[in-house]
């Protein structure tokens, strides 16, 4: 799936992405493929898996950069 990186806490390790269907994902640093979270900004695309939880909640498996192009229309920038 692509999405928008919406925020970023550094801090904690994680962040949420907005999915294409409009909800927002939480990922931690375990599921980074490749990058480390000093390199992701918000409004930035990513590729990414998601994983259901119970209670219909998710979260993401693997996160992967798809560069820093940006949404111009979203929320993000």
């Known amino acids: 799936m692509l999405g928008l990186v919406t ?4 801090e904690f390790g994680g962040g ?6 409009g909800e927002e994902v939480f ?4 599921s980074l493929d490749g990058i ?4 992701l900004e918000e409004g930035q695309w990513v ?8 209670m219909g909640r998710a979260t993401i498996t693997r ?6 192009r940006r949404f ?4 993000c920038v």
């Open 7 to 10: 925020r970023t806490l550094r």
């Open 16 to 21: 949420f992405v907005l999915t294409e269907t």
């Open 27 to 30: 990922f931690g640093s375990y």
């Open 36 to 39: 480390v979270i000093d390199e």
């Open 47 to 54: 590729e990414f898996e998601l994983y259901e939880l119970e």
């Open 63 to 68: 996160l992967q950069s798809k560069g820093s």
């Open 72 to 75: 111009p229309n979203s929320r």
